[in-house]
Protein backbone atom coordinates (compact mmCIF):
# COMPACT_ATOMS: atom_id res chain seq x y z
CA UNK A 1 0.00 0.00 0.00
CA UNK A 2 1.42 3.27 -0.53
CA UNK A 3 1.35 6.18 1.89
CA UNK A 4 1.30 9.53 2.41
CA UNK A 5 3.61 11.85 4.23
CA UNK A 6 3.81 11.25 8.20
CA UNK A 7 1.02 13.01 9.71
CA UNK A 8 3.59 15.44 11.17
CA UNK A 9 0.80 18.17 11.26
CA UNK A 10 -0.67 16.57 14.34
CA UNK A 11 3.40 16.69 16.34
CA UNK A 12 3.51 20.88 16.11
CA UNK A 13 3.71 20.63 19.88
CA UNK A 14 4.86 17.61 20.71
CA UNK A 15 1.95 16.21 21.59
CA UNK A 16 -1.02 15.07 19.39
CA UNK A 17 -2.95 11.61 17.81
CA UNK A 18 -5.38 10.33 15.11
CA UNK A 19 -8.91 10.81 16.34
CA UNK A 20 -11.86 9.15 14.33
CA UNK A 21 -12.31 12.82 13.26
CA UNK A 22 -9.33 12.79 10.90
CA UNK A 23 -10.31 9.77 8.65
CA UNK A 24 -12.72 10.15 5.58
CA UNK A 25 -15.80 8.61 5.62
CA UNK A 26 -17.35 7.02 2.21
CA UNK A 27 -21.02 6.05 3.60
CA UNK A 28 -21.94 4.89 -0.08
CA UNK A 29 -19.45 2.72 -0.59
CA UNK A 30 -19.17 1.97 3.73
CA UNK A 31 -15.43 2.22 3.24
CA UNK A 32 -13.14 4.43 5.80
CA UNK A 33 -9.99 5.74 4.46
CA UNK A 34 -7.31 6.80 7.24
CA UNK A 35 -5.07 10.06 6.99
CA UNK A 36 -2.18 7.75 5.26
CA UNK A 37 -4.52 6.06 2.86
CA UNK A 38 -5.17 2.83 4.19
CA UNK A 39 -8.34 1.44 3.51
CA UNK A 40 -10.81 -0.18 6.01
CA UNK A 41 -11.86 -3.81 6.15
CA UNK A 42 -15.75 -4.38 5.68
CA UNK A 43 -17.80 -2.75 8.26
CA UNK A 44 -20.17 -4.65 10.79
CA UNK A 45 -22.90 -3.38 11.94
CA UNK A 46 -23.59 -3.94 15.65
CA UNK A 47 -25.33 -2.89 18.96
CA UNK A 48 -23.87 -1.94 21.72
CA UNK A 49 -24.16 -2.52 25.25
CA UNK A 50 -27.04 -0.20 25.56
CA UNK A 51 -29.05 -1.69 22.66
CA UNK A 52 -27.63 1.20 20.39
CA UNK A 53 -26.97 0.42 17.02
CA UNK A 54 -23.30 1.20 15.54
CA UNK A 55 -21.05 0.48 12.63
CA UNK A 56 -17.57 -1.53 14.05
CA UNK A 57 -14.87 -0.23 11.20
CA UNK A 58 -11.58 -2.30 11.28
CA UNK A 59 -8.26 -1.37 9.71
CA UNK A 60 -5.85 -4.79 8.80
CA UNK A 61 -3.25 -5.37 10.85
CA UNK A 62 -0.90 -5.59 7.76
CA UNK A 63 -1.76 -1.60 7.05
CA UNK A 64 -1.26 -0.60 10.38
CA UNK A 65 1.94 -2.70 11.13
CA UNK A 66 4.46 -0.31 9.13
CA UNK A 67 2.38 2.13 9.31
CA UNK A 68 4.85 5.28 10.46
CA UNK A 69 1.56 7.09 12.49
CA UNK A 70 1.23 4.02 14.21
CA UNK A 71 2.22 5.45 17.61
CA UNK A 72 -0.20 7.97 17.31
CA UNK A 73 -2.89 5.90 15.99
CA UNK A 74 -3.75 2.66 17.98
CA UNK A 75 -1.78 0.56 20.05
CA UNK A 76 -3.82 -2.32 19.24
CA UNK A 77 -2.12 -5.61 18.41
CA UNK A 78 -4.92 -6.06 15.87
CA UNK A 79 -5.06 -2.88 14.44
CA UNK A 80 -7.00 0.14 14.24
CA UNK A 81 -10.86 -0.14 15.17
CA UNK A 82 -13.29 2.78 14.99
CA UNK A 83 -16.72 2.48 15.75
CA UNK A 84 -19.36 5.23 14.29
CA UNK A 85 -23.15 5.89 15.14
CA UNK A 86 -25.49 5.65 11.97
CA UNK A 87 -24.49 8.19 9.14
CA UNK A 88 -27.48 10.59 10.50
CA UNK A 89 -26.49 10.71 14.14
CA UNK A 90 -23.03 10.77 12.81
CA UNK A 91 -23.40 13.75 10.98
CA UNK A 92 -25.59 15.41 13.78
CA UNK A 93 -22.46 14.81 16.09
CA UNK A 94 -20.14 16.44 14.11
CA UNK A 95 -22.18 19.65 13.67
CA UNK A 96 -22.45 19.68 17.75
CA UNK A 97 -18.63 19.34 17.66
CA UNK A 98 -18.39 22.10 15.26
CA UNK A 99 -20.97 24.50 16.69
CA UNK A 100 -18.79 24.23 20.19
CA UNK A 101 -15.86 25.61 18.95
CA UNK A 102 -18.06 28.98 18.12
CA UNK A 103 -18.17 32.52 20.46
CA UNK A 104 -22.07 32.42 20.56
CA UNK A 105 -21.64 28.56 21.87
CA UNK A 106 -19.53 29.52 24.31
CA UNK A 107 -21.06 32.44 25.45
CA UNK A 108 -24.41 29.90 26.13
CA UNK A 109 -22.28 27.13 27.84
CA UNK A 110 -20.64 29.74 30.51
CA UNK A 111 -24.67 31.20 31.28
CA UNK A 112 -25.57 27.26 31.93
CA UNK A 113 -22.23 26.49 34.17
CA UNK A 114 -23.44 29.52 36.36
CA UNK A 115 -26.65 28.15 36.57
CA UNK A 116 -25.77 24.90 37.29
CA UNK A 117 -23.27 26.65 39.90
CA UNK A 118 -26.29 28.18 41.53
CA UNK A 119 -28.34 24.74 41.55
CA UNK A 120 -25.03 22.80 42.92
CA UNK A 121 -24.81 26.10 45.76
CA UNK A 122 -28.77 25.41 46.86
CA UNK A 123 -28.55 21.53 47.01
CA UNK A 124 -25.10 21.65 48.71
CA UNK A 125 -25.42 24.54 50.78
CA UNK A 126 -29.50 25.09 51.36
CA UNK A 127 -30.53 21.40 51.35
CA UNK A 128 -32.58 21.83 48.58
CA UNK A 129 -33.18 18.59 47.57
CA UNK A 130 -35.70 17.65 50.51
CA UNK A 131 -38.29 19.40 51.31
CA UNK A 132 -39.95 19.53 54.83
CA UNK A 133 -43.20 19.89 53.46
CA UNK A 134 -45.79 17.95 51.73
CA UNK A 135 -48.03 20.96 50.62
CA UNK A 136 -46.74 22.62 47.53
CA UNK A 137 -47.64 26.05 49.18
CA UNK A 138 -45.49 25.33 51.94
CA UNK A 139 -43.08 23.73 49.51
CA UNK A 140 -42.91 26.99 47.47
CA UNK A 141 -42.51 29.20 50.25
CA UNK A 142 -39.53 26.86 51.51
CA UNK A 143 -37.89 27.61 47.95
CA UNK A 144 -38.46 31.24 48.56
CA UNK A 145 -37.25 31.63 51.30
CA UNK A 146 -33.85 29.40 49.88
CA UNK A 147 -33.54 31.49 46.89
CA UNK A 148 -33.37 34.69 49.48
CA UNK A 149 -30.86 32.97 52.13
CA UNK A 150 -28.56 32.15 48.69
CA UNK A 151 -28.73 35.87 47.42
CA UNK A 152 -28.02 37.19 50.83
CA UNK A 153 -25.09 34.91 50.67
CA UNK A 154 -24.23 35.98 47.88
CA UNK A 155 -24.61 39.33 48.19
CA UNK A 156 -22.53 39.20 51.74
CA UNK A 157 -19.56 37.47 49.81
CA UNK A 158 -19.56 40.72 47.20
CA UNK A 159 -19.62 42.93 50.14
CA UNK A 160 -17.03 41.54 52.10
CA UNK A 161 -14.81 40.57 48.36
CA UNK A 162 -14.60 36.88 49.40
CA UNK A 163 -12.94 35.13 46.43
CA UNK A 164 -15.54 32.68 44.22
CA UNK A 165 -14.34 29.52 44.76
CA UNK A 166 -11.90 28.25 42.31
CA UNK A 167 -12.99 25.10 40.29
CA UNK A 168 -12.02 21.72 41.38
CA UNK A 169 -8.89 20.58 39.40
CA UNK A 170 -8.72 17.27 39.05
CA UNK A 171 -6.06 14.38 39.74
CA UNK A 172 -5.14 13.86 36.17
CA UNK A 173 -4.97 17.50 36.11
CA UNK A 174 -2.73 18.29 38.91
CA UNK A 175 0.01 16.30 37.14
CA UNK A 176 0.23 18.54 34.36
CA UNK A 177 3.16 20.50 34.57
CA UNK A 178 2.83 24.08 34.95
CA UNK A 179 3.57 26.56 31.47
Known sequence: MIRGPPLSFLLADG???VAAFDFTIDWDNRVMTCPTGA???????????GGTPVIRVRFS?????DCPSRDLC??????????????EEHDALQCARQRQGTDE????????AGVEGTIAQGVKGF???????????KTHLQHILIAAAMNLTRLDAWLT?????????SRFAALRPVA
Open 127 to 137: GRRRCRYRRTT
Open 61 to 65: MRDCK
Open 161 to 169: GMPLAPTRT
Open 15 to 17: VGG
Open 74 to 87: TRGAKGRRITLRPQ
Open 105 to 112: WQQRYARR
Open 39 to 49: TSLPWANETDQ
